[in-house]
């Protein structure tokens, strides 16, 4: 299923290359035991940034989901229906979120709590940070403020006559300053996912009753927010295009790792034995066997690398 040349190409990482940056991410997390971003806090007063433990994303990067959707329209309109958007007007009113703001002593869910790390996109007020908008463009593919403009810059042409040579620079420069493109870095774009969806906060899941995490798959999940109309920016081509067969294989594989991958992370950030550190045990597990079990069918050496 997988090739054995080069990690990279001219247009970018290999199927390979993609699996072996999982690996070694994997194998960091398993030697240093790396946690997942700070999730500890006070509830004492203005929290600063780009430092905040309530942040994930530095705010004043932020330039906001309209600002894409000015060149990207069809993603916005699809993006603007999600959950992912829609829980902004709706999540904070729900019981349960008003449960666990009692509980961890947080007075709004869309200023200085722990909601703000994954609920929403956050955007500077003043001294502090709060919540612009829900989960958006910048919560997959990083702030955009020192990218954006470089993203846009087909150096005085035009996308269908910007030359080869300008187009890599361009995705370069972009992803140097922080763009997160999951044509070239899938690993990366579906580690955000991972990083919310599997609740790596102790204190949220131990004093804030949160749930301990989602039964998560990347292919499926990501199709309900499925936004690709790429074509559309240089055709008549509108459709919202399914990931080929090959790319859900890879976008599957990819997706089990990190699981096993952000419940290794989870257990690191325990601190004793608590509701929070066996939920992150049984993730571990259960994440361990999807991995068995997939290199039953597919026998990548990626996979066998992490099961020895």
């Known amino acids: 299923m997988m090739d054995s040349g080069p990690c990279t190409t001219e247009s970018g990482p290999t199927q390979s290359g993609i699996l072996q940056t999982a690996v070694a991410v994997l194998f960091i997390s ?8 700070a999730q500890e806090a006070s509830t004492d007063g203005p929290v600063r940034f780009p430092d905040s433990p309530y942040l994930r994303i530095d705010p004043e990067k932020i330039v906001g ?7 990207h329209a069809q993603e916005y309109q699809v ?17 349960q979120a008003q449960g666990i703001l009692d509980r961890m002593d947080f007075r709004l869910a869309k200023r200085e709590s722990l909601c703000l790390r994954c609920h929403y996109t956050a955007e500077v007020d003043g001294d502090r940070a709060q919540a612009l908008q829900g989960v958006s463009c910048e ?5 955009g403020r020192d990218w954006i403009d470089v993203h846009n ?12 040579e300008n187009r890599r620079q361009r995705i370069e420069r972009s992803v140097a300053a922080g763009m997160l493109r999951p044509s070239g870095d899938l690993y990366s774009v579906a580690a955000n996912c991972f990083e919310c969806h599997t609740v790596p906060a102790e204190r ?7 749930p301990s995490g989602s039964d998560f798959e990347l292919v499926a999940w990501s199709d309900s927010i499925r936004h690709n109309f790429l074509p559309a920016q240089w055709s008549d081509d509108q459709t919202n295009h399914a990931p080929t067969t090959e790319r859900k294989r ?9 699981e096993y991958e952000y419940a290794i992370r989870g257990i690191a950030e325990a601190t004793g034995r608590s509701s929070y550190a066996k939920a992150m045990e049984r993730r571990a597990k259960i994440a361990y066997r999807n991995l068995q079990q997939l290199y039953g069918v597919a026998p990548v050496p990626e996979i066998a690398e992490i099961l020895e």
């Open 30 to 37: 398993f030697i240093g035991l790396a946690p997942a971003k």
């Open 65 to 71: 989901a309209e600002t894409c959707g000015e060149c």
């Open 79 to 95: 993006w603007a229906e999600t959950i992912h958007s829609t829980q902004f007007n709706t999540m904070h009113r729900s019981e």
């Open 139 to 143: 919560s997959c593919h990083g702030a």
């Open 153 to 164: 810059d087909y150096g005085g042409a035009t996308h269908d006559t910007e030359t080869e």
């Open 204 to 210: 949220l899941i131990n004093e804030g009753g949160h």
């Open 250 to 258: 890879m976008m599957y594989i990819v997706g089990r790792i990190l």
